[in-house]
């Protein structure tokens, strides 16, 4: 049985290793690191099977012109042995709603359009949303409360250590 929960003190090391493994480089674990250490990790969630971190996902915090504050996620990984049941699927719905319960109004994500579509994201650009690093179709938005969404914004700028992973 897969348990979604905030990350604890003692999980970092196994957030390390499953994003280690997920990617080509350790640069995303890396910057999970950063973030955490900058203290801009605003939710941070593990999937656990028994004791063992088997995924992980974060949200830092990002602006855009004036308006409140949002979120964008970045990044997730689940293990190999773990891939292909749901797991992400599950910690990006907990951790979006999370999102939503710690105040925040939207979030954005680069990535794959037609797997983020599934939560309810859409193309940035269609709410003259753009970002720093050229994402094009893959930066995708999502209004977590009415409302919310600065729409017609300009640039989203993500946490600063985003630009030593860019």
């Known amino acids: 049985m897969v348990t979604i929960r905030p990350e604890r003190p003692g999980d970092a090391a196994a957030v390390y290793a499953v994003h ?16 955490r250490a900058a203290g801009r990790l605003s939710v941070s969630l593990v999937a656990e099977v028994g004791d063992e971190v088997v995924g992980h996902v974060g949200f830092s915090p990002v602006t855009a012109g004036t308006a409140a504050p949002g979120v964008g996620m970045a990044p997730a990984a689940v293990s190999a042995e773990y891939r292909r049941r749901g797991i992400a699927a599950d910690l990006i719905r907990v951790g979006l709603e999370a999102c939503r319960a710690a105040g925040f109004g939207w979030a954005v994500v680069l990535g794959e359009p037609g797997y983020y579509a599934r939560f309810g994201f859409r193309p940035a650009a269609d709410f003259g949303l753009s970002d720093e690093y050229g994402g094009g179709p893959a930066f995708q938005v999502l209004e977590l409360t009415p409302g919310a969404l600065p729409a017609g914004a300009g640039l989203v700028r993500y946490a600063p250590e985003f630009a030593a992973f860019a």
């Open 20 to 35: 280690a493994a997920g990617f080509p480089t350790q640069a995303e674990a890396r910057l999970v690191d950063q973030l």
